[in-house]
């Protein structure tokens, strides 16, 4: 088991991962909210966290990662009310796009998926907590969050009080006793077609708490990693870190790793931006291996652009081990190559540096090309981590008596330097999907993917 360093933005530093009990690692990212369909960039959580809980596994961790999906919000409400519909099937229906879309990524689903409306109960109790402890106060059906309550505020997101613009509606503004307080329940309004009852009036619970409320059923509070992108920082992460501060008198989360954005031209990939590029339809133009070669291709805290040379060379770079993988036997890799495994492993383990882990995992395929009769377990257990194993098996593809007999008839026509007849049918070969590759040891055919 290596030493896993992670760098945690509250501190600003690595930190060394350290399980509160035994070898449990829980992991809580902040998930989507369902008014449309997921863009490229909100897959990159899903794809980072999942790929790192792999990568803890495959260490002999016991990751437990939790996704939520926020289904009631403001959002929601306004994309209801633009398509004529009401909002929970609306939201019911973009959740099962969200697990569709994100399910083609091949990283199979996280432990658990909590959603905002099944977890009222929680909720409500947390922010009850919080009106006992003084910490928060119900006015008009409202409750808010009083934020100068938490003299550790702007501890995460390292901002003064002067930029903490909350970015709510200045509806409950007359309400707030200060304007940097946060809404934890919003009274129902005209409109709203979801609400639920609670002791200071029927409502909604608010973005923040949720998120405190779902992390903390599921992994207790002082769990390892939150994550989720850079953008929820503030407030959306620093609100959850007081929250839980002050109801608990403990710190939500041990280490706080944000992901870098995505980028669409010169700005991120955000749907009020209007750059956006739908998830499903990237995968359907590029593949779910190009697309996580592509986020791995790149550390986790760094922007990353996403444009067709980047998607071409993520492709590039699977075809390329594809073609490795073909002349790779099974079973064990030889020995003298397992340096550039373990740096593979190492580079994960500082800080998650999947960029740095692929130039190893470069360096093991260049290997392998020089060689004959390499195992492909080592290739497969790098691959393992980043949802791609399946890469290092090569199926063996049945010919047909059809394919066998043109290739024959092909080897004989190149024999009676017949090249334009030869040409002809190594074009009917592809038609039926198969290109010919013409190796030392003879004709070969491969499947074209
Ligand atoms: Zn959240």
New binding site residues.
């Given amino acids: 088991m290596r030493t896993v360093r992670l760098h945690d933005t509250r501190s600003g530093e690595l930190q060394v991962l350290t399980p509160r009990r035994g070898d449990e690692v829980g992991i809580?990212a902040?998930?989507p909210t369902v008014y449309a369909r997921i863009h490229v960039g909100n897959a990159r959580p899903f794809v980072v966290f999942s790929q790192l809980a792999r990568f803890l596994a495959h260490e002999g961790y016991e990751p437990t990662l939790v996704i939520?999906v926020?289904d009631v919000n403001d959002k929601i409400y306004g994309a209801a009310v633009a398509a004529g519909v009401p909002s929970s099937p609306l939201a019911e229906e973009m959740t099962a796009h969200y697990v569709e879309d994100t399910s083609r990524l091949g990283l199979g689903r996280p432990d658990a998926e909590p959603r905002a409306t099944e977890t009222i109960d929680s909720i409500v109790g947390l922010i009850s907590e919080l009106i006992d402890r003084d910490a928060a106060y119900a006015v008009d059906g409202d409750v808010y969050f009083r934020v100068r309550s938490d003299p550790e505020y702007g501890s995460l997101s390292k901002r003064r009080p002067d930029q903490m613009e909350q970015g709510e509606d200045v509806e409950g503004a007359d309400r707030k006793e200060d304007p940097l307080d946060f809404a934890l329940w919003k009274g129902r309004k005209d409109g709203e077609d979801t609400s639920w009852d609670a002791p200071w009036g029927r409502g909604r619970p608010g973005?923040?708490i949720?998120?405190s409320a779902m992390a903390e059923d599921l992994l207790g509070v002082g769990f390892e990693i939150h994550g989720?992108g850079n953008d929820?920082a503030f407030p959306?992460?620093e609100n959850?870190a007081a929250q839980t501060r002050r109801a608990r008198d403990a710190e939500l989360a041990r280490i706080w790793m944000h992901n870098g954005m995505l980028q669409l031209g010169e700005e991120k990939m955000a749907k009020s931006v209007g750059n956006v590029a739908a998830l499903h339809a990237v995968l359907d133009q590029w593949g779910h291996e190009a697309l996580l070669m592509f986020f791995a291709s790149g550390h986790y805290r760094q922007p990353i652009a996403f444009d067709d040379d980047s998607m071409r060379a993520a492709t590039a770079r699977v075809a390329g081990i594809r073609e490795t993988a073909r002349r790779l036997v099974d079973g064990a890799s030889p020995e003298d190559m397992a340096v550039h495994k373990e740096a593979f492993f190492d580079a994960l383990a500082d800080d998650f540096n999947t960029a740095r882990a692929l130039s190893h995992l470069a360096a093991w395929v260049n290997e392998a090309n020089r060689r004959t009769g390499v195992g492909r377990d080592d290739l497969a257990e790098m691959l393992g981590v980043l949802g791609l194993e399946h890469l290092a098996t090569v199926e063996e593809v049945a010919l047909g008596a059809e394919e066998q007999e043109l290739l024959e008839r092909r080897q004989t026509a190149r024999a009676e330097r017949d090249f334009a007849e030869a040409d002809r049918l190594r074009d009917e070969l592809r038609a039926r999907g198969f290109e010919v590759r013409d190796g030392p040891s003879g004709p070969e055919l491969v499947p074209v993917s």
């Fill in positions: 809580y902040c998930g939520n926020t973005w923040h949720e998120c989720g929820l959306h992460h959850e």
